[in-house]
């Protein structure tokens, strides 16, 4: 995998995917004998994972015709999505409107907008599902100038998984790795990346990670017993869901920041604090092991404002 | 003091579905006490040892209370309340 940071590329684009694992040290130290990966999302172009489905729904879309240059691609998005969107858009010469809850981080719609990017907001006490709602509407009234990707219905988004993301694993850890666990939102990494892993030889355990109650704080993560459940979401391929609170998600972030030099953002925190726990299991139970855990983007995209910047919805 | 709380979606169980709520207090957290009393299960999802939850934003008509005083910020009658969690979720 070396030098593979380091090649010629011709579009940011092909800076997607290829990204590192982390050994984790520290924060595991309760389970000494047990591998736990940090898989850095956050080294995508865009600074996370949605990269990945954002790419690849918009080059499918290019390849088939769906999306054309004199088209808008609109779509609801909580933040990483729209900051994939608005990269890839500026490279294509494609124009990029998004609708979110005004309550998204300040930072995201700042570096959304950077790159042209157009934003209408959505009531902030309807959350994500009433993003969703709003694009929905507004493409099914004027359906033409619009391409909506619809990243809960998309099957490109579990393919950028499948062909990256979990292809990507197996080249790097192959047979030794036994766990993978991901953060469910629009589902599409734990999708596309189960399928791919259970296509290997041997069982690899996939573990989902969802907030412990609808009321949550961890961004990008969905409750899906109280969600609008995404088209793409195939219950069986994951063989365990883990329900992680909101502290233990911020507190492993902030651990992460502090022992292994990883500012994360939330929901990165869940999912490696799940990840722990299973190697905590593991060796207890004086088992082999050897986890993956997405780390889906940076910490620096949720800083709070400061006071002077208290009006700004966030 | 009577004050109206609007309470987001996710909470809107605990409140058989209504989007706002009117209570009685002199201040934010005797309004939150009092919307704990009306419909249990609030306090636990807005508070904890240390005051308001880490993800969560009240506000006072547009302002924070973080920027306030917190949960002795006083109210009056009118004012209205919103329990703003500082995410939107839905995009790993």
């Given at each position: 995998m070396n030098g593979l940071r380091s090649r010629r590329i011709e579009s940011v684009i092909e800076a997607v995917g290829n990204t590192p694992l982390v050994r984790l040290r520290r924060v595991t130290k309760n389970a000494p004998d047990i591998k736990v990966y940090a898989k850095l999302e956050f080294t995508n172009p865009g600074g996370s994972v949605k990269d990945r489905a954002a790419s690849r729904m918009m080059l499918d879309a290019l390849a088939d015709g769906r999306l054309t240059r004199d088209k808008i691609l609109i779509d609801s998005t909580s933040g990483n999505t729209g900051v994939a969107y608005s990269i890839f858009g500026a490279a294509l010469g494609i124009k990029v409107r998004l609708v979110m809850p005004s309550n998204v981080s300040k930072a995201r719609k700042d570096i959304a907008r950077a790159f042209g990017t157009e934003i209408i907001y959505s009531d902030p006490m309807e959350g994500s599902d009433g993003a969703i709602q709003f694009v929905r509407k507004l493409v099914a009234e004027t359906p033409d100038p619009y391409f909506y990707p619809d990243q809960y219905s998309n099957p490109s988004n579990p393919l950028a998984h499948y062909l990256g993301t979990g292809k990507e694993i197996l080249d790097c850890l192959g047979d030794e790795v036994t766990h993978f666990v991901a953060g469910l939102g629009t589902t599409g990494t734990m999708m596309g990346t189960a399928r791919r892993l259970k296509e290997h030889h041997r069982p690899i355990q996939c573990i989902a990670v969802e907030p412990d109650?609808?009321?949550?704080?961890?961004?990008?993560?969905?409750h899906l017993p109280s969600s609008l459940v995404p088209a793409i979401y195939d219950p069986s391929l994951a063989d365990e869901t883990m329900r992680v609170s909101t502290e233990s998600g911020w507190d492993m972030a902030d651990a992460l920041a502090r022992e292994e030099g990883l500012h994360v953002g939330h929901s990165s925190g869940a999912n490696i604090f799940a990840a722990v726990r299973i190697a905590e299991q593991l060796q207890r139970e004086q088992k082999l092991g050897c986890i993956v855990a997405i780390v889906a983007d940076r910490g620096d995209r949720y800083f709070a404002p400061l006071k002077w910047e208290n009006r700004y919805a966030w | 003091m009577e004050v109206t709380v609007r309470i987001p979606t996710p909470l809107r169980t605990l409140t058989a579905g209504a989007d706002e709520v009117s209570v009685l207090g002199e201040t934010v957290g005797a309004a939150l006490e009092a919307l704990e009393a009306k419909h249990p299960g609030m306090r636990e999802r807005l508070l904890d040892e240390k005051g308001v939850r880490r993800f969560i934003n009240i506000y006072v008509g547009e302002e924070d209370v973080r920027f306030l005083e917190g949960l002795s910020t006083k109210l009056k009658a009118g004012d209205q309340l919103s329990i703003v969690p500082a995410i939107a979720g839905g995009a790993a």
């Open positions: 109650d609808a009321f949550h704080g961890l961004e990008g993560l969905k | -």
